[in-house]
């Protein structure tokens, strides 16, 4: 069974249409979400999603506004503890899941790899009204590495990535240290501990863009700066830890 999480802060415009695509992607599919001190109504279309697709949805709320690595990391605890889940997913509540994911989720059932990704579109507002745009391409899984991570190229669409669960228990969380780039760091660890990622050739997923967006807000703020400094000194920090495990192998 696959499960998605959702982390939620003020999306009630856009949550409905999130919640639902999880739902309708796969009659078994679950959702983990939590709502990261929302100041609208957010928490309260929540519930109501709740209650028309019934147990299925799983809300937890923080209080205050810890960030969207706090909230991954809540909703992905309560996750881990669902036996039924052996897939885990994710959708951020102002994005959308296509049919596409269907090849995916087909995928896991007989698949080796450990993670796999496919391809998605943008979801843009034209004349008033939310339509998708072009197919962004995400490389063959050879050509996505460590390196190529480390610095920075964010070769993988995280709403298009289904991970096995058990990889979650090796490789952790979300790293709540970082300003940004959280999935892109996990991916690297995931990488390194030897996990192996394989492509779906569909598009799975739809990235709204939006003023709102964590991604917009990065930006206004300086967070996506600060985020891809701390990248940087990561990048020397993981180099450093390669090399020195190639040397000791090297004396083995």
């Not at 209080?63 to 309560?78: E, K, M, W």
């Not at 090399?243 to 083995?252: F, G, I, Q």
Request: aromatic letters at 10%.
């Amino acid at each position: 069974m696959i499960a998605f999480i959702m982390m939620a802060h003020n999306c009630e415009e856009f949550i409905t249409q999130a919640v639902k695509s999880v739902m309708e992607v796969h009659p078994g599919s679950k959702l983990y979400v939590t709502d990261d001190g929302s100041t609208d109504s957010t928490l309260d279309v929540l519930k109501s999603l709740k209650d028309r697709y019934s147990g299925r949805i799983f809300i937890s709320r923080h209080r205050r506004r810890r960030g969207a690595a706090h909230a991954f990391n809540t909703s992905l605890r309560r996750c881990m503890s669902d036996k039924d889940v052996t897939w885990i997913g994710r959708c951020d509540a102002d994005d959308v899941i296509l049919p596409g994911m269907r090849e995916v989720i087909k995928r896991c059932g007989i698949t080796s790899a450990d993670v796999l990704y496919a391809d998605h579109q943008e979801l843009v507002k034209r004349n008033g009204e939310w339509v998708l745009g072009g197919r962004s391409t995400c490389p063959p899984p050879e050509l996505i590495t460590p390196g190529r991570l480390l610095r920075g190229r964010n070769l993988i669409s995280g709403g298009a990535v289904v991970v096995r669960k058990p990889v979650y228990g090796t490789v952790g969380g979300w790293d709540i240290k970082l300003e940004g780039g959280w999935d892109l760091e996990w991916y690297i660890r995931a990488m390194l501990h030897g996990f192996r990622f394989d492509k779906v050739d569909t598009v799975a997923y739809a990235l709204r863009k939006h003023p709102n967006s964590n991604f917009a807000e990065s930006m206004r703020s300086g967070r996506w700066y600060r985020w891809r400094k701390q990248l940087e000194e990561r990048t020397t920090y993981w180099e450093m830890a390669v090399n020195k495990l190639l040397k000791s192998l090297e004396r083995v």
